[in-house]
């Protein structure tokens, strides 16, 4: 923590216990840690709860610089294929082919280049253990050279990363009063923290520790965090800035018990809710067990424009609406395991740049940790299905049969309904919707009674139809149930 008063760091920001552990990078032990100057100047358990922040914060660099050294490998392995093709030359469907002319193939050649220099400069630092992190986050420091473009003062500006730069945190321990000896916070909402040596002239509380005049209050799962303080379990907490709002925030956090999963055939009982993940959107349907769409598709929107705060709180709140019908009706979730961290390249879609933004606007991981999570506390099972071909097929056999005079049925909602069958165990590509099916009992008819032409029935009927296949009289009511399939197939 830096660019507090005492202990806590020195004014210009310095961070040394971060700048220590980035130093340290992959041979850090006991006597390079800067736990032990820390423990000198506060105490153990504040000394514990820094370099622990400063440690996070240099794994997660060294994440994404792993993640970013894939993105390069994957330009790379992509550009030296696309360059041995032949120019001009289609691609397959496992393989991309040769550039489109000779212009894009040069600059291709030339960014290959870049791209190999790039990827062995990012590889040595990793095998040194080097990573670039900056207290208070790149981008707000990257903001401080374009004022006038972000719309800020130096004031305002400087307060932000001082705030940004300037917290609390310390980690729940079981057995202590409350869950937390550091940072306490007892049932009423009362906020104490148990000060360092150093501050300990400060304390306003008997046994060195400083009471905030505010009370804080949880009202997301505040029981379950009543419980776990009362019950002396172990509750991490933060304590940061807002300096947009003027406020201070103190974040509570704790582990939830592993969630218990359920039999695959337990979760298709009662049927499914298909769901269909969009960039500003959840589609869902309602299907019953036999993989019937019921009732009418609803829609989820949100908005992932704005800071990263808004957009959580916006698939927060589309989650919990869907969350909350899909309970109501006592119905598992179907949802498509997507992963589009390899389909946003540049080097994989070349100039397809609305595509590009489309996939890369998806919050596929975030929406899908977000829905386990939230799920999970609902106790509402989640399925996840293969993606391949739901949207086309969806839209392809469901879209038109699903549209009525009075609503319209969207390519989205039709892959709902595919995600949802997938689910379910029942085919997606069919020649006569399954509702029509229970009905007559057969499938689609040749066009115009030539088999030749048209080709002979993709699918037959079920067993329990079998006797619907036979030669009927010719009567007006069998004439009109066989014309509504035909129009409707």
Same mark, same amino acid.
């Given at each position: 923590?830096?660019?507090?008063?005492?202990?806590?760091?020195?004014?210009?920001?310095?961070?040394?216990?971060?700048?220590?552990?980035?130093?340290?990078?992959?041979?850090?032990?006991?006597? !390079?840690?800067?736990?032990?100057?820390?423990?000198?100047?506060?105490?153990?358990?504040?000394?514990?709860?820094?370099?622990?922040?400063?440690?996070? !914060?240099?794994?997660?660099?060294?994440?994404?610089?792993?993640?970013?050294?894939?993105?390069?490998?994957?330009?790379?392995?992509?550009?030296? =294929?696309?360059?041995?093709?032949?120019? #001009?030359?289609?691609?397959?469907?496992?393989?991309?082919?040769?550039?489109?002319?000779?212009? $894009?193939?040069?600059?291709?050649?030339?960014?290959?280049?870049?791209?190999?220099?790039? %990827?062995?400069?990012? !590889?040595?630092?990793?095998?040194?253990? /080097?990573?670039?992190?900056?207290?208070?986050?790149?981008?707000?420091?990257?903001?401080?050279?374009? %004022?006038?473009?972000?719309?800020?003062?130096?004031?305002? *500006?400087?307060?932000?990363?001082?705030?940004?730069?300037?917290?609390?945190?310390?980690?729940?321990?079981?057995?202590?009063?409350?869950?937390? $000896?550091?940072?306490?916070?007892?049932?009423?909402? $009362?906020?104490?923290?148990?000060?360092?040596?150093?501050?300990?002239?400060?304390?306003?509380?008997?046994? #060195?520790?400083?009471?905030?005049?505010? +009370?804080?209050?949880?009202?997301?799962?505040?029981?379950?965090?009543?419980?776990?303080?009362?019950?002396?379990?172990?509750?991490?907490?933060?304590?940061?800035?807002?300096?947009?709002?003027?406020? *201070?925030? @103190?974040?509570?956090?704790?582990?939830?018990?592993?969630?218990?999963?359920?039999?695959?055939?337990?979760?298709?009982?009662?049927?499914?809710?298909?769901?269909?993940?969009?960039?500003?959107?959840?589609?869902?349907? +309602?299907?019953?067990?036999?993989?019937?769409?019921?009732?009418?598709?609803?829609?989820?929107?949100?908005?992932?424009?704005?800071?990263?705060?808004?957009?959580?709180?916006?698939?927060?709140?589309?989650?919990?609406?869907?969350?909350? *019908?899909?309970?109501? =009706?006592?119905?598992?979730?179907?949802?498509?395991?997507?992963? /589009?961290?390899?389909?946003?390249?540049?080097?994989?879609?070349? &100039?397809?740049?609305?595509?590009?933004?489309?996939?890369?606007?998806?919050?596929?991981?975030?929406?899908?940790?977000?829905?386990?999570?939230?799920?999970?506390?609902?106790?509402?099972?989640?399925?996840?299905?293969?993606?391949?071909?739901?949207?086309?097929?969806?839209?392809? =056999?469901? !879209?038109?049969? @699903?549209?009525?005079?009075?609503?319209?049925?969207?390519?989205?909602?039709?892959?709902?309904?595919?995600?949802? +069958?997938?689910?379910?165990?029942?085919?997606?590509?069919?020649?006569?919707?399954?509702? @029509?099916?229970?009905?007559? #009992?057969?499938?689609?008819?040749? =066009?115009?009674?030539?088999?030749?032409?048209?080709?002979?029935?993709?699918?037959?009927? +079920?067993?329990?139809?079998?006797?619907? $296949?036979?030669?009927?009289?010719?009567?007006?009511?069998?004439?009109?149930?066989?014309? /509504?399939?035909?129009? &409707?197939?």
């Amino acid at each position: 923590m830096d660019n507090g008063v005492g202990w806590f760091g020195s004014d210009d920001g310095d961070s040394f216990d971060l700048r220590a552990r980035c130093a340290a990078a992959l041979d850090h032990d006991s006597e !390079q840690w800067a736990k032990r100057t820390l423990t000198d100047e506060a105490s153990s358990r504040w000394a514990g709860s820094i370099t622990k922040a400063g440690h996070d !914060q240099w794994a997660l660099a060294h994440r994404g610089h792993l993640a970013h050294i894939q993105s390069l490998e994957t330009g790379v392995h992509t550009i030296t =294929h696309r360059l041995s093709r032949p120019i #001009g030359e289609k691609g397959t469907k496992n393989a991309p082919g040769g550039y489109r002319s000779r212009h $894009e193939w040069f600059a291709k050649s030339r960014r290959l280049h870049v791209l190999s220099d790039r %990827l062995e400069r990012e !590889q040595a630092d990793r095998a040194a253990g /080097c990573v670039h992190v900056v207290r208070g986050g790149k981008r707000l420091l990257h903001t401080r050279h374009d %004022l006038d473009a972000a719309g800020m003062t130096e004031t305002a *500006w400087r307060q932000r990363w001082q705030a940004e730069r300037r917290f609390l945190a310390a980690d729940g321990e079981s057995g202590k009063r409350f869950g937390n $000896e550091t940072i306490r916070v007892t049932p009423d909402g $009362e906020v104490s923290i148990k000060l360092p040596a150093p501050l300990a002239h400060l304390a306003n509380a008997p046994h #060195g520790r400083y009471v905030l005049t505010g +009370r804080v209050r949880f009202k997301h799962r505040g029981e379950q965090w009543r419980d776990r303080i009362t019950a002396n379990r172990a509750v991490a907490y933060r304590l940061h800035e807002d300096t947009a709002r003027g406020r *201070w925030y @103190l974040t509570a956090s704790f582990t939830i018990p592993p969630v218990q999963t359920v039999p695959l055939a337990t979760a298709r009982a009662r049927g499914m809710v298909g769901v269909d993940t969009n960039a500003d959107h959840l589609a869902a349907w +309602r299907l019953d067990a036999h993989g019937n769409p019921v009732g009418v598709p609803l829609r989820f929107g949100y908005d992932l424009t704005g800071t990263a705060d808004h957009r959580d709180a916006q698939v927060r709140h589309a989650l919990i609406r869907l969350l909350y *019908w899909a309970r109501r =009706h006592g119905l598992a979730i179907a949802v498509e395991d997507l992963d /589009c961290t390899a389909e946003t390249t540049r080097e994989k879609h070349g &100039r397809r740049k609305r595509f590009r933004n489309l996939i890369s606007g998806m919050p596929v991981s975030k929406l899908r940790a977000r829905l386990a999570s939230m799920a999970a506390e609902l106790g509402i099972p989640i399925v996840a299905v293969d993606p391949a071909y739901t949207s086309k097929w969806g839209a392809q =056999h469901w !879209q038109k049969p @699903l549209t009525t005079k009075t609503r319209k049925t969207t390519r989205h909602e039709a892959a709902a309904v595919a995600i949802g +069958r997938r689910a379910l165990g029942h085919p997606i590509r069919l020649g006569v919707p399954p509702r @029509l099916l229970r009905h007559w #009992g057969r499938t689609a008819p040749p =066009h115009d009674d030539q088999s030749d032409r048209r080709g002979h029935r993709t699918i037959q009927a +079920r067993p329990v139809a079998s006797e619907g $296949e036979g030669t009927r009289p010719r009567s007006s009511t069998t004439f009109g149930r066989l014309s /509504c399939i035909r129009t &409707r197939a």
